[in-house]
């Protein structure tokens, strides 16, 4: 689901949110989680196609 809010705060939370997913997946990496990995990644692709 595209956003259609323009608001430049909108993009400094989803940019801020992209960085502390991308942390959470180096820190799952280091646990071995492989299934929480795919769900991170998952989540991290929507985000950053609706940070475009």
């Not at 705060?9 to 990995?37: F, N, S």
């Amino acid at each position: 689901m595209k956003r259609k809010i323009a608001d430049e705060r909108l993009r400094l939370t989803d940019a801020a949110a992209v960085q502390y997913l991308t942390w959470a997946l180096e820190e799952i990496h280091k646990l071995g989680q492989p299934k929480a990995a795919v769900h991170v990644r998952i989540a991290l692709a929507e985000l950053q196609e609706n940070c475009t």
